[in-house]
């Protein structure tokens, strides 16, 4: 019934910048926090920054003074600014939701992922 759809993704040289989009879409009656996480090869995906319904931001230690979550409360759209980016930004970028529907309780969505990869 939510459908995450990521993009922005790709190949940058060190230094780069990158900036993720997701939008979300379907039967959404309110949406709570949204929130990128990423997990690298034989890595455990881990949180990069969240933002709250009212804006409020809480980042990953590693990501913090490069990247920049915000939202776009009326399109149901997260972006994930990404500056400075080292090599060990590599990794797999998935949009979290949580999301309450026209039917159902409030539940996490996730979409489908989208590939950055930093080059040294």
């Known amino acids: 019934q939510v459908q995450l759809v990521e993009s922005g993704g790709g190949l940058v040289q060190a230094g780069g910048s990158l900036r993720l989009l997701c939008a979300a879409s379907?039967?959404?009656?309110?949406?709570?926090?949204m929130g990128w996480y990423r997990q690298a090869p034989e890595k455990q995906r881990e949180l990069v920054a969240v933002?709250?319904?009212?804006?409020?931001?809480n980042y990953a230690d590693s990501v913090k003074g490069r990247f920049t979550i915000s939202r776009d409360n009326a399109k149901n759209t997260v972006y994930l600014q990404m500056n400075s980016l080292k090599p060990e930004d590599t990794a797999v970028y998935y949009c979290?939701?949580?999301?309450?529907?026209?039917?159902?309780?409030?539940?996490?969505?996730w979409g489908q992922g989208t590939q950055v990869t930093v080059s040294s």
């Open positions: 979290n939701a949580r999301v309450r529907t026209t039917t159902l309780p409030l539940n996490d969505y």
């Open positions: 379907g039967s959404i009656f309110s949406i709570n926090a």
């Open positions: 933002i709250s319904s009212g804006g409020s931001t």
